[in-house]
């Protein structure tokens, strides 16, 4: 029987001193769990609970957690250099060639700390490039906190259709200059550019559709954005936050064939340390005032900092062993495959959706192309399913419509005991339904 006292007392003492006792929005989960060890894929809470952990921080940790040849990496960088703040160090320079050789966008690269100041900077690049205001956005996709782009994604029902922007005093201007397509669908995107001809600065997309779990572009679907926005003059801005390096070296661009103007990068670059990039073509790029010739201004005191770029190149290292790639995928494959045929044996209504070490079921019967079809799923059983699997040590997220990550130090072994909870708990679920009023509790 799984105890909470420890972690109670602390999540209490966090409240005291930190609102809501978590440093970030989406953080706070039930049942308060205050982790204080991470190694491989297994998280361990205050009470000493052990969880197969799915969550990976919301994706950094593609190789698992504490591995230990970034953290040699970083405990060197640590004792070479401390952060300099004038030039450039040796790490920047081999961390952006890396990039360059395999992100097929990528002439030239910049480095911050998270995903939002790379989206921030994309977007101001994409302004400044081609004089225009407005940016495109998804319904669903989510790219950081700022006014420009915090907005639309998961929106409740009556909120689409219009600006939902995420957070109180956003900027209505800034809002403003934000268009909303859905996924998927080119008629949505033509009718937008044509309403707005010659005022779109930037498209910007998820090339998979992540935030909201995983939705997977259609046939065509990228190869007509990249189409559009060539012959009406936007940027096309890929945000590979989630699915750079975690889908593959090169990103889904890679993948799928299809070169953005730019590309932002996070999370899984540094196996869970800090750090973020924005790259492109070297046109564009250049006009970045860290260029003598530019004016677009780009600074950060922190950035290129040693601990993320040592962080990266180890990471990578590791990535660019051949056997990584094959690994995730298989178990992220054994996973979507044997939950599909859980849910069959059970009769349940439900989709497995995935690509490479990404898995998450939904509840609803598919296809899902976009966020409206997800708004079909059935919250109340997805979180319901999570928070009992917390209990029996499987940690996945209980928030609507989040995605699990598979890591590179998962086993077979623990899959298979997910596997086996997981049909054990949906069994039960089928027998006794989720009560209409917990349809409520989505978090
Ligand atoms: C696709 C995508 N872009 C950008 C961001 C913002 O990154 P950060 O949280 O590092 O600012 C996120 C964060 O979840 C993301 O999922």
Redesign the pocket.
Known sequence: MRTYTNNEKRYQAACEVIPGGVN?SLRRCWPYPVFVRSKGAVITDADNNEYIDYHAA??PNVLGYNDDAVDAAVSQAIEDIGLIGVGTTEQEIQLAQKICQHVPCAEKVLFS???????YAAIRLARAVTSRKKIIKFQG?????HDYLAMNVISAPEKLGERDPLSAGSLPEAIEQTLICSFNDLDDVEDTVRAHKGEVAGIIL?PIL??IGCVLPQPGFLEALREITRREGIVLIF?????GFRHGLGGYQKICGVTPDLT?L??SMANGY?I?ALCGKRELMDRFRTHPDGDVFFAGTFNGHPVGCAAALATIEVLERESTYPHLFGLGERMRKELSEIISRLGLKATVAGFGSVFLTYFLEGPVRNYSDLLRNDAALFVKYRKDLIQRGIFKLPMNLKRNHLTLSHTEEQVSRTLEASEDVLQRLVKQPVAAGARESQS
């Open positions: 970030s919301f994706g700390n998270s995903g939002s100041e790379a989206t996709a989510y790219h950081g906190w998820e992540h935030n945000d590979e936050v989630i699915t932002t996070g999370k800090p973020s």
